[in-house]
């Protein structure tokens, strides 16, 4: 009855978007010796600092050299940026070596160097390899026909490497001659040319250059845009005009997000009325989402949500509405999501589109009576009790799943209400059985407690509502936070009072209405009790109870007194109806509430996490 887990929210250490971001600088330094013919090594790491490139591509650099007092250039660069440094040597020079080097935040894998022709002086292409790409640092000689033999050799290095390659350095060549057109046949540009890179203080021609090589011989824009495996996000050559006789020049890419990668989410069911039900999943990255389904799996609709004309997409949380079902019919659906690498007004660019298994939901025939739900309140985000409970109704088939308030809460941020969310949902089969959030004092509470909206979808869009399943009604009501609104730690941001009066009036017109009149079971569910409730402060009592005095509930089930307790009618502050109240979050108090409806009873079961019955009623 349960899947197995797939631990998404888990499974990624961050954000995915921003782990598949990265920015690439090339940077001939002159040895840290500026325009103005000073040698300074703190202002040079200060330009890279201000740019917080994460791979460094550094060219005429000095190791342990008479001109440079014995000073390991790269490496007192290194230590001012905190980043790893790979130095390669191109020639012995003064005592030491001369050559170049790249600076990374991540720690290379693997380095090495490849002689390449050089007249007045061996040059060399400096390979090293990350967990994700290859970047060859490069600066190319003085000699025209030397720069094409590096071309070639550049190539087949490349040709060898079965990660993407970038190349970055000082190529002596302008965009227009014919070294950089016999490059452009295997390699994408990926900086503005028209941005000039040299001479610092007022450049007028572009040398230094990021490239990523495309292998394919073809130089069609149209191409290399639709099959490189990242986004150009910018580029950009740094307003630099005294560090070094270079600007800088600073591509930042996005790779393309592996399928495996899109989902943050399973799929998880809400808001089953009115012949319709709601899909919501999250993504780790922007995306164009959409759901595919139907009564097989072979002719499917596709729906994504739409607003003013527009689709709704470049987002991460996805809400899409299915309407217009028929009852006691059995549907499967997908979902779809494809990244969105880059949203601009004239031009878009997408990764590759993830696709779920196939689940399947039915809604209720409607001379369907029978029904059985599972009711969890006052979790507190501790999974050791869930799994507990869980146990207990491992055998029972159930049509749908409260969770009544104070199961995600004091939400921080986005991150760790989903972690929480999703394990709620993957474990109960929420992408199959749908789901009902009701809010407790405690998903009222912290930062995020307002973006909760963002991950739920009330009946009615409010957190108060009414639903059929058959012919049993349920009304969920919202009693807001348990002291008043003045209380000093709400700091004047909380009106409930208002919330509470807006529930008079629709608790009013529903116990008045068809649909509640017509039902042959009644259920009333929401987190704090309205009669049971040992607090003082009891507002949603003295607003509600001449409304609901005569309404003919079955039950009314609620949470957070971590205590339990079962009052019949009338045994507390005159209570019109049944109160179940379940119990805390410790293992040794919590519970799960089953209620069932089969024929013409309608039964409540309440579990501890030993499996024992603590009540068993028919009501």
Not at 20 to 38: C, F, H, P, Q, W
Not at 242 to 251: E, I, L, N, T
Not at 386 to 401: E, R
Not at 597 to 608: D, I, P
């Amino acid at each position: 009855m349960f899947l197995g887990l797939l631990l998404f929210h888990s499974a990624w250490a961050g954000d995915v978007a921003e782990k598949n971001t990265l920015s690439i600088m090339s940077y001939n330094i002159r040895n840290a010796k500026g325009l103005d013919e000073v040698t300074d090594y703190r202002r040079l790491a200060d330009v890279i600092l201000r740019e917080a490139p994460d791979v460094v591509a550094v060219q005429e650099l000095d190791s342990v050299t008479g001109r440079s007092k014995g000073i390991d250039v790269l490496g007192e660069i290194a230590g001012r940026v905190l980043m790893y440094h790979v130095y390669g040597a191109s020639i012995p020079y003064d005592g030491g070596k001369y050559g170049l080097g790249v600076l990374s935040k991540e720690r290379p894998l693997n380095h090495y160097s490849v002689v390449l022709p050089g007249r007045e002086e061996q040059r060399q292409l400096l390979v090293v390899e990350f967990e994700r790409y290859v970047i060859g640092c490069t600066h190319f000689s003085l000699t025209e026909e030397d720069r094409m033999s590096s071309v070639d050799i550049i190539k087949e290095e490349a040709a060898k490497v079965k990660k993407p390659f970038f190349l970055a350095g000082d190529l002596n060549a302008v965009p227009d001659s014919d070294v950089m057109t016999r490059l452009q046949k295997d390699f994408l540009l990926l900086n503005d040319v028209r941005n000039f890179t040299i001479p610092a203080d007022n450049p007028n021609r572009c040398i230094d250059y990021i490239a990523y090589y495309t292998g394919e011989n073809d130089n069609s824009e149209e191409k290399k845009s639709r099959e490189k495996p990242f986004t150009v996000l910018s580029n950009r050559v740094v307003a630099e005009s005294v560090a070094s006789d270079h600007r800088p020049v600073v591509v930042t890419i996005r790779f393309k997000a592996k399928p495996s990668e899109v989902f943050r989410t399973l799929p998880y069911l809400q808001n089953p009325v009115d012949n319709g039900i709601t899909v919501m999943w999250q993504t780790y990255v922007p995306t164009y989402s959409w759901v595919e389904y139907g009564t097989d799996t072979l002719n499917l609709k596709k729906v994504h949500l739409l607003r003013d004309g527009q689709v709704i997409c470049n987002n991460t949380n996805h809400k899409i509405r299915l309407t217009d079902l028929q009852p006691g019919q059995q549907y499967y659906y997908r979902v779809c999501s494809r990244e969105i690498t880059l949203y601009q007004a004239y031009y878009k660019e997408f990764g590759p589109t993830a696709v779920s298994r196939f689940y399947s939901f039915g809604l209720p025939a409607p001379d369907r009576k029978d029904f059985s739900a599972l009711l969890f309140n006052d979790l507190h985000k501790r999974q050791e009790t869930y799994d507990a409970l869980l146990k207990q109704v491992k055998d029972i088939p159930y049509d749908f799943v409260f969770f009544n308030g104070d199961c995600i809460d004091d939400p921080v941020n986005e991150d760790q209400a989903l972690e929480h969310l999703s394990l709620y949902c993957e474990k109960i089969n929420a992408s199959e059985k749908p789901v009902f959030f009701l809010r407790g004092n405690h998903e009222i509470r912290n930062a995020y407690s307002i973006g909760l909206r963002d991950l739920f979808d009330y009946v009615g869009d409010k957190t108060y509502g009414a639903f059929n399943w058959g012919d049993t009604r349920f009304v969920m009501f919202d009693c807001g936070e348990d002291k008043p609104d003045s209380t000093y730690v709400y700091y004047g941001l909380n009106d409930f009072e208002q919330l509470r009066l807006d529930q008079r009036e629709f608790l009013k017109k529903e116990t008045a209405g068809k649909e509640f009149k017509k039902a042959s079971k009644r259920v009333l569910v929401g987190h704090i009790p309205i009669y049971g409730n040992s607090n003082k402060y009891n507002p949603s009592m003295e607003l509600w109870a001449d409304v609901l005095a005569n309404a003919p509930f079955n039950v009314s089930l609620s949470g957070h007194l971590h205590t339990y307790h079962y009052y019949p009618k009338g045994a507390v502050n005159n209570n019109p109806f049944p109160e179940v109240i379940g119990n805390g979050p410790q293992l040794e108090k919590a519970m799960v509430m089953v209620l069932q409806r089969k024929g013409a009873v309608l039964t409540l079961t309440v579990l501890n996490a030993e499996g024992e019955k603590i009540l068993e009623k028919e009501l």
